[in-house]
């Protein structure tokens, strides 16, 4: 009889794992505003579907829309243009080796935290970065009630972003 074979996934990872392997998905094509709005977007749903966090890191109601500080000091650097490594270890977006470092980086979440993260990046990367944060920064969203609530800077709970995302799939 075959042994149950134990798996290392994380059921949190960091912010900038996500970032990662949203860049290497991307393969060239994401600048790191849209890293950010879809590692939030896949934070945001990860809880509305599995009620855990995605990652670890705190989210921020920044004054221009949600943020997530540690991942965007990292990619902040290359500005509006599109990311050309990956940030952990500076693997460029179109080496041969990319579709290696897809399947490491992924290999580190759960399969159901994985696969949201790529409908996220199959369903939203289509778009631009403003037209990700013109959606995000609307009246009503995590970002608006958490400015109205609290301010700006101001951490936005899970619990906000959960019932929030929970009503966006029922639409």
Same mark, same amino acid.
């Given at each position: ?46 809880? @509305? %579907? ?8 705190? +989210?921020?109601?920044?004054?221009? &829309?949600?943020? *997530?500080?540690? !991942? ?9 243009? @599109? %990311? ?8 460029? +977006?179109?080496?041969?080796?990319? &579709?290696?470092? *897809?399947?490491? !980086? ?66």
């Amino acid at each position: 009889m075959a042994q149950a074979v134990e798996q290392d996934w994380n059921e949190t990872v960091s912010a900038m794992l996500v970032g990662d392997y949203i860049t290497a998905l991307g393969r060239g094509r994401f600048t790191p505003l849209q890293v950010l709005k879809l590692a939030y977007l896949s934070h945001g749903y990860t809880l @509305a %579907i599995t009620g855990k966090p995605l990652f670890s890191d705190m +989210v921020v109601a920044g004054k221009l &829309g949600p943020t *997530i500080p540690t !991942l965007d000091y990292a990619i902040r650097e290359h500005g509006g243009a @599109a %990311i050309p490594r990956l940030y952990s270890c500076g693997t460029p +977006v179109i080496s041969p080796d990319i &579709g290696r470092r *897809i399947e490491e !980086l992924g290999g580190q979440f759960t399969p159901n935290n994985r696969a949201i993260v790529d409908q996220m990046v199959r369903t939203f990367g289509k778009y631009e970065g403003a037209d990700l944060a013109s959606h995000l920064n609307k009246d009503g969203t995590p970002w608006s009630e958490t400015i109205k609530a609290s301010g700006e800077d101001s951490r936005i709970e899970d619990a906000r972003l959960e019932a929030y995302f929970k009503k966006e799939l029922e639409v």
